[in-house]
């Protein structure tokens, strides 16, 4: 997908949606301004399959002492926590689950999604990578704000 293509507000999973669940998002937008310090926390993986997240700003990431417009962190490779630095205009950090079941990295399957949980800090994620089956837990992890900004 290139920056032109992206959605700019969440996008939701409509073949979840037509099976009545209406809460699973494909593609979340958050909120975010321009330099804002964030965290990444893994929290948890039931999947033998490599599981991860995407994310990107219309500008670009600083991570891991690069900047970035866009960056896959895997949870068995990253820190279980990853600070960044979201440089943005127009306000949104994109995100989306991805997985590798040994064929490379694949995302947006027809049943992959994440529930969002809000938090008082930040977001909480839920991920499925595909089957209609799912508690959603197949990755858990959380956005959070750094709010020690100086």
């Not at 306000?91 to 079941?101: A, E, P, R, S, T």
């Not at 800090?121 to 508690?135: A, E, M, V």
Request: aromatic share 10%; hydrophobic share 35%; with cysteine.
């Amino acid at each position: 997908m290139s920056k032109k293509t992206l959605p700019y507000a969440r996008l939701m999973n409509s073949a979840f949606a037509d099976r009545g669940r209406r809460d699973v998002v494909m593609i979340d937008a958050l909120p975010i301004t321009d330099g804002e310090p964030l965290r990444l926390v893994f929290e948890s993986r039931k999947s033998t399959w490599r599981q991860g997240v995407w994310l990107m700003t219309d500008q670009h990431l600083h991570v891991n002492d690069q900047d970035c417009p866009s960056v896959d962190l895997w949870e068995d490779s990253a820190p279980q926590e990853i600070q960044m630095i979201c440089n943005t205009k127009n306000g949104k950090l994109l995100l989306y689950n991805i997985w590798d079941d040994g064929s490379g990295r694949e995302s947006q399957s027809w049943s992959s999604g994440m529930l969002i949980e809000e938090l008082p800090n930040g977001r909480r994620y839920r991920c499925n990578d595909f089957g209609f089956d799912t508690d959603f837990d197949k990755l858990v992890f959380c956005i959070v704000r750094m709010t020690d900004r100086a």
